[in-house]
């Protein structure tokens, strides 16, 4: 078990003043069986006009801002503490075969899908970053042969993504196709969770994308850097079992099943989905975006006047 401070802020800074704004976040961690959110909090400059929070259609809690006064830079804080627990050992150590599992996201005649298996489908066709393509298909087979469980299928995946494709904050953007990551070989965690859930959509899986944040460690004798982190993705693809409604967390990122130093914000068909904060604005001009994360685990000191001097900052302005 481990328990985490997690701040996450986002300034926008805009070369005119915006009339109006809408935004969307997902930035409040999930309650699962293995993760409780045990405090959020969330400061703004400028104060929202109109703020609501709800559930959106994946179970994540989103919540919409509007800001109807003109503003010049839109400052968003989240902090949470956040506990999670490691999977036990054996919650996978048996998985069917990967085909007996693409079989009952099959279509057939006369029999109805249980809830869980229908509300899985979802995951299972292409969306506008996670594509169905014969080309990624042609990818993953060599790791998913005929009879092979689906762990050992997902963790081939996984480790030939990790090996073939190299982090490369510069090469991709937000606009970038999934399709031309995969010529690449290059891009950012988003990039790689969205080659991977098209290569499991492709041969008939079910996958969906993850967002939320990785513990970071720094060099030996070094401290952790404030403000230094970002967001992270991975995938997670239905593997049922005893439990119907189980999922195997997979991160092509760093090669390996996701623990107790992942953080889960948000999931969805892809990052579209589950953006951390995006919205529309009327007016603005030119903007200028900066997001920091700090991930810290409650046992190390957090250094809070390094990050509340910020927020002191913006409001005297």
Not at 135 to 158: E, H, T, W
Not at 195 to 214: E, K, P
């Amino acid at each position: 078990m481990a328990r985490y401070r997690v701040t996450h802020d986002t300034h926008y800074q805009y070369d005119a003043p915006v009339a109006l704004s809408r935004q969307l976040l997902h930035l409040t961690p999930r309650e699962l069986p293995r993760q409780q959110c045990l405090e959020h909090r969330r400061q703004v400059i400028p104060e929202p006009s109109f703020q609501l929070e709800h559930q959106d259609a994946f179970g994540n809690i989103a919540a919409m801002m509007a800001f109807e006064a003109p503003h010049d830079e839109l400052w968003v804080r989240t902090e949470s503490i956040v506990e999670v627990f490691s999977p036990e050992p054996s919650t996978f150590a048996e998985t069917p075969a990967w085909e007996g599992v693409r079989n009952r996201l099959h279509y057939h005649a006369g029999v109805a899908p249980s809830p869980i298996t229908l509300a899985a489908l979802q995951y299972r066709f292409g969306s506008p970053y996670g594509r169905i393509k014969r080309r990624f298909a042609i990818y993953a087979a060599d790791c998913f042969p005929p009879g092979r469980s689906l762990l050992d299928g997902v963790i081939a995946l996984n480790g030939k993504i990790h090996r073939d494709f190299k982090f490369d904050p510069e090469a991709t953007t937000v606009a970038t196709p999934v399709s031309d990551v995969l010529t690449r070989r290059r891009g950012v965690c988003q990039d790689f969770a969205h080659v991977m859930v098209s290569c499991l959509r492709s041969i008939g899986l079910a996958a969906r994308y993850v967002s939320g944040y990785i513990l970071t460690t720094p060099p030996p004798g070094q401290q952790r850097l404030i403000g230094a982190d970002a967001s992270h993705a991975w995938v997670s693809v239905w593997c049922p079992g005893e439990d119907e409604n189980r999922w195997l967390d997979a991160d092509p990122t760093n090669n390996l099943l996701p623990g107790s130093q992942h953080v889960t914000l948000a999931w969805g068909r892809d990052f579209g989905d589950v953006s951390p904060l995006r919205g529309v604005i009327l007016g603005g001009g030119e903007q200028e975006l900066k997001v920091s994360v700090t991930m810290l685990p409650l046992d190390e000191l957090p250094l809070d006047g390094a990050t509340n001097d910020a927020l002191a900052q913006w409001q005297t302005q």
